[in-house]
């Protein structure tokens, strides 16, 4: 096989070494739990790479379809004893099958309009205003389900409205805030801007609360993370690159998220999967790596006190731990947070730290069983008796949303941040 294709797995060769098969990562493996098959799980993939690098398997439909079969979730990473980087390992796999085999008709598709900020601005519009012809509404208020199948997407997917005008069009590049108090810029997201604006909103709304300046750079561009899980890492790191530039302009404490995906991609793979190939970008990553911070993380290191911001009508609530926020050890602030607003009652579901199965585009490839795995999250959300399900990122909102609809519940899903504003003004909640 080609240097070329094959150097991705080379640069992990020595992480390979560290797998002593010992099979712990097999309990906590969403993929494993949805295929039961040996290749499914991190172990399985593991070797799967060895055999690649010994030129015994080449990369092939299976070795692709292997590869595939994983959410990225970092389970089997918190999980193993030897640090096993899994995460790291799938994404050069998938590097390596693109490189040989090229990007799917899929990936290259969406590298086009994550690279294009006015394709993708241009796009939403267009799915917004066609929407009536394209789309109806499942059950009346609550969400979209195509009229007939689209490719990749198909039509079973409930899916959340666009909204009307993009978060990042509503506001001034630099809100100014009180001396001596924190600059944040807002990292916003590809779906926090166009389809959960009201997360946004509630994130201005708190971070203003606590007196802070908040930057949200207007060359902002989308994290890459779609492009990371189809292999396309010519793209992840174009991407990087204009988000450091975008970043860097502007002198500040933290670079915050209200979007697990993207404060993960910031923090962990940035600096895994761009950084160690690039020595000249290295450092400038592990800075802003240095920096990112979730949103529910920074509020309560400043100190927010939510009986003033999120006091509102008693509902009975339950959480769900999103992958990225779990494998950083963001799982006690939030519910802390949530905890101390008045008329918010906390019931924990059973295996709240459990994937909801989106996986980025794991769920389009393999939709059927990433509903199986998220139906085990959505009967335990069911088993709490909730009114609605916090979370503190707008992928696993539109997962947990589909999986709920599937059972004509009527739980809601809301962002943490949504129930801690809900004295604020202008949020939903
Ligand atoms: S838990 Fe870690 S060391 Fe054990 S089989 Fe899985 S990846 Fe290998
Ligand atoms: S990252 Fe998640 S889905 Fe992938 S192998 Fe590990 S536990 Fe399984």
Redesign the pocket.
Known sequence: MSEQAMAPLKRVEDQLK?????????ANCPAFSAFGREPA???GK?TLAQHILCNDIGLDDQTYLAMSKCLLCGS?VD????D?P?DEIVIAAREALARKRGLTTFHSAIAQVIKNRSLLKMGTRMARLLGPLFFKKVPATSGLRLRFPVPFIGNRRHLPHIARKPFMERHPEVIPGETGKPRIIFFVGCMINFVYPEVGEAALALFRHLGCTLIIPKGQQCCGLPGMSGGDLDTVRELAEKNLVEMEQFEADYVMSACATCSGALHRLYPLAIGKRNPELKARLEALAAKTIDASQLLHKLGLNPAETGAGSDIRITYHDPCHLRTRGVTGQPRQLLRAVPGLELAEMESADRCCGLGGTFNVYHYDSSMGINEAKSRAILTTSAQMVATGCPGCMMQLSDGLKRHESSIKVAHTLELLARNLGKVHY
């Open positions: 560290k797998c002593v098969k010992c099979g712990a990562c097999r799980v991190a172990r593991v089997c999980k193993c004893p030897n096993v899994i």
